[in-house]
């Protein structure tokens, strides 16, 4: 019996046979052929080119200043003309300061809850409060906030505003885990001392401050905090209003002039903050 030739393999192709073109074929037919063959995983030796050419989408993701911008711009439009403020607002990344069950809300105009019965403020209130101290007469002079007193650190938010337009901050907090929060979201802020506290006893170490800002309303100001204003300067808190229900934002400055050394009062709008307390947890 005459044996066959034997047959060319066809299946399957050894590696050295991937991209040779069939005998025969067409130029065209030969062209596509001689394609690399696809493969599912790059070479691990590629790994670092490939990443090097991948480039994350812009103005997305909310670390992003896209999303802080569109935050002041809707501040803008509801009358928030401060430039300073404005900037202040765009540079500080609020998401960092509030749980990550939150972040997609941080960029919102609402308070939100930071543990052990606190919020963050608003940033449309933040910004309001900031506006009226720089519109003081001293802080005018100045240029910015000088020595600030904030009543309240809660998460750092505010602090970290108040440092982006003043020469120093000085931050009270009566709650032992929030001030340690705001301490771990605050590192690297030198000029930013952080202190655990009563602060409805102010801080008088570091007084006199030219500006004081509270986060945090009573049924009136505390006679330590006028004692620490320095002349000339502006504090600014929420208060129980004169009708004794809800909280408006009282504006305090420090007048020393030919008559003498007084403090000038002036009521504002309607607020909501959680209630002066005295002592520490």
Known sequence: MTSLPPRPKRFPLSLNQL???RAGASAAAAAAEAREPLKPQGHWQQA????????????LGLDSAGVRHGMVQRLRREGLGDERVLQALTSVRRHEFVDSALATQAYEDTSLPIGHGQTISKPSVVGRMMALMLAAPGAQQRGHLGKVLEIGTGCGYQAALLMQLSKQVVSIERLRPLH????????????IRLIYGDGMLGHPPAAPYDSIIAAAGGDDIP???????????RL???????????QVLVLIDHVRDAAGSRFVRSLHEAVLFVPLKSGVM
């Open 180 to 191: 340690d929060k705001a301490r771990a979201n605050l590192v690297g802020q030198p000029h």
């Open 223 to 233: 006679q330590a905090w006028l004692d620490q204003l320095a002349p000339g300067g």
């Open 236 to 246: 600014v808190a929420p208060m129980t209003a004169p009708s004794g229900r809800g």
């Open 19 to 21: 991209g040779t073109p």
């Open 48 to 59: 670092a080119a490939i990443k090097a050419r991948q480039t994350p989408p812009s103005g």
